[in-house]
């Protein structure tokens, strides 16, 4: 985990309105702002299991953060249903003999109340598309995680009656465990028993309700299955790590020191967030750094507004930050594989007629520029929690990282032959100044640029 930077406030600034020719109103600089996903004290758990595929803990805990659960609790449900054990891959496809599908063993139905797109688990009508198709995703690892993160949220939130769905309580887990175990109907009625009448969930008597309900496990298998969740919780929890960032916005305190200047988009209100190429909001789990082959922050925010395709932030040779939009939204292009998970920072320099290495040049050599670039990344890194590897395709296929943009640009869809695949069609910031990056930042993971 990266170490909290101060940021000195000497390099951001005050700064005049640009003077360049735009639509009427299609930006101003704001008050001094903070750029934490939420206007409150913001908690991120992130786990590292050692023992498990990489791929899956970047799931898991993209979708405990997307649903305000602990990994631990869906890293429990997994190896639950995986007799204690993490990679079972024929089991991902598995079909059981009650037609439950997949990695978290869904039941059709079930699935198709609660499957959501990861990339955007808020847009209704992708949500439906996944979820009229349990035969196709249902045996996805990600969109499995995804919808078992859901369910766990809702039957915590309105089953078990918990208010804080983070909760690492025994009862709270032995609960749900049973619930997601059994479904809703049977955890009640073993709740409303009389002998289980003021008792813990670990002392009831778990008939076998759900044999006579039409249901294929015990009730002795029920008692095990929430006994064996609760273990494998309390097993996977100390490799979990919370990062809290206070953020209140506007006046008062913030994030201490950090500041960008924000500029507002007359196209992306609260009743509009359909302007040009805007696709919603993403799961912040990387960063793309780009160059803008301009000079100057003003000719940059013009050629994305004539293009109608924006980025989330932008570095000044000065060392200014400016904030073109929030910084979860998800956008349709800039930064080509790497829009649906990562925050693009476009860095002022060079010009369209520029060879790619005297770009780069320029931007190795402007000392200030280069370290706002680098304390904004980690400022990101430590407030999203994003995970800081190397950008590369096996980690641009997993949707965490540091990136350049070419590195998430492929060629009409070809990599071009490289083993990592790790070069595309982009050239910006240059593979040097990635590097340096990287070194700077102390990220790991396989370099191939």
């Avoid at 990679?87 to 990695?103: D, K």
């Avoid at 002795?220 to 809290?244: G, R």
């Avoid at 990344?377 to 540091?402: A, C, Q, S």
């Amino acid at each position: 985990m990266i170490k909290k930077t101060a940021i000195a406030t000497s390099i951001f600034g005050s700064a005049a309105m640009f003077s360049v020719m735009l639509p009427a109103a299609a930006f101003s600089l704001l008050e001094w702002g903070e750029p934490s996903p939420n206007n409150r004290t913001y908690g991120n758990v992130s786990c590292a299991w050692a023992d498990a595929p990489p791929e899956y803990v970047n799931h898991i805990n993209r979708a405990a953060e997307a649903f305000k659960i602990q990994p631990a609790l869906i890293g429990a449900i997994y190896r639950s249903e995986h007799a204690g054990e993490w990679y079972h891959p024929e089991r991902n496809q598995e079909r059981s003999s009650s037609n439950a599908l997949g990695p978290f063993q869904f039941q059709p139905p079930t699935w198709q109340g609660y499957a959501v797109d990861p990339s955007d688990p808020t847009n209704g009508s992708k949500n439906q598309v996944i979820r009229n198709d349990p035969e196709r995703y249902s045996f996805e690892y990600e969109y499995a995680a995804f919808a078992a993160a859901n369910y766990l949220s809702q039957m915590l939130k309105n089953n078990i009656h918990v208010e804080d769905t983070m909760t690492t309580d025994e009862n709270h887990i032995r609960s749900v465990a049973l619930a997601y175990a059994s479904g809703v109907g049977a955890y009640q009625h073993w709740r409303d028993l009389p002998q289980n009448q003021g008792k813990p969930v670990k002392e009831w008597e778990i008939t076998d309700y759900t044999l006579r309900t039409g249901g294929t496990m015990s009730g002795e298998t029920k008692k095990k299955y929430q006994e064996d969740a609760w273990q494998y919780f309390q097993e996977l929890l100390p490799s979990c790590s919370t990062v809290t960032t206070q953020g209140t916005g506007g006046t008062g305190d913030r994030p201490a020191p950090f500041f960008i200047q924000k500029i507002q988009q007359n196209w992306l209100t609260a009743s509009n967030e359909s302007g040009p190429r805007v696709k919603g909001k993403m799961l912040v789990s990387g960063i793309v750094l780009h160059w803008t082959a301009g000079q100057n922050v003003e000719g940059a925010v013009s050629a994305m507004t004539s293009a109608g395709s924006y980025t989330q932030l932008i570095i000044d040779k000065d060392g200014k930050v400016y904030q073109l939009l929030p910084l979860d939204t998800r956008v349709a292009s800039g930064s080509g594989d790497g829009n649906s998970f990562a925050i693009g920072i476009e860095i002022v320099g060079g010009t369209v007629n520029t060879p790619p290495a005297d770009i780069e040049r320029e931007l190795m050599d402007n000392t200030t520029q280069y370290q706002a670039v680098l304390n904004t990344v980690k400022y990101l890194v430590e407030t999203y929690n994003i995970p800081n590897v190397i950008g590369n395709k096996e980690n641009l296929d997993m949707k965490r990282g540091i990136f350049g943009h070419l590195q998430t640009q492929s060629r009409n869809g070809s990599w071009e032959g490289l083993s990592k695949g790790c070069r595309g069609a982009k050239n910006d910031p240059g593979p040097n100044y990635m590097k340096r990056v990287w070194a700077d930042l102390g990220s790991t993971g396989d370099s191939c640029i």
